[in-house]
């Protein structure tokens, strides 16, 4: 294995810590939808914006390898295969294609333009948030017997709780990758 392959794999394993660190803080349950407000999907957008898709995507398959293990990593002490089929389960599985996304965009704008934060902040508006919207009211609108488009116009409640996590995952993205050696594989 060359040091670059296990330079990822290190990085990987520690943004699968800090998801980990960052579900200890409880979820925010708002009673209109059965899906809580949580910090673990600012990991998630920050693992696509520094990792890139391979390593991004491998530290949130780690984080679901502990999460079916019944290891409670969840916002909320939750754990085990069951979350994969209960109401969240839609937004939990959008969480895999979060990094895949942000990380092929960032990492093809950072190619032509080196200051665009703009550009990654709608990147992850985009593919972080709206991502997750489209995937959890797909799958929570089916498993509800709910109109599509009730669910999705419920998304509505958490967009400026998602729009200042965007934010901070842009800043806190390129802050690191500016002042360190982390950089996008």
């Excluded at 600012?42 to 390898?65: A, C, D, H, K, N």
């Excluded at 979350?83 to 032509?112: E, Q």
Aim: with cysteine; hydrophobic share 55%.
């Amino acid at each position: 294995m060359n040091n670059l392959k296990i330079e990822g794999l290190v990085m990987a394993s520690a943004m699968t810590a800090i998801l980990i660190i960052l579900g200890l803080f409880p979820p925010i349950t708002l009673g209109l939808i059965p899906v809580p407000i949580v910090l673990q999907n600012i990991g998630i957008m920050i693992s696509g914006e520094l990792l890139g898709p391979r390593y991004g995507t491998i530290s949130v398959i780690i984080f679901y390898l502990l999460i079916i293990l019944g290891i409670p990593v969840l916002s909320g002490s939750r754990g085990g295969i069951i979350v994969f089929l209960g109401p969240t389960c839609g937004y939990l599985i959008a969480w895999i294609l979060t990094p895949i996304f942000i990380g092929y965009s960032v990492k093809y704008f950072n190619k032509r333009n080196k200051n665009f934060w703009w550009k990654e902040f709608l990147i992850v508006c985009i593919f972080g948030i709206l991502n997750s919207y489209l995937v959890g009211s797909l799958i929570l609108s089916y498993q509800s017997h709910t109109p599509f488009i009730t669910i999705f116009i419920s998304n509505l409640f958490f967009v400026p709780n998602d729009l200042i996590k965007a934010i901070l995952s842009t800043l806190i993205a390129r802050r690191l990758r500016k002042h360190t050696h982390i950089f996008i594989i």
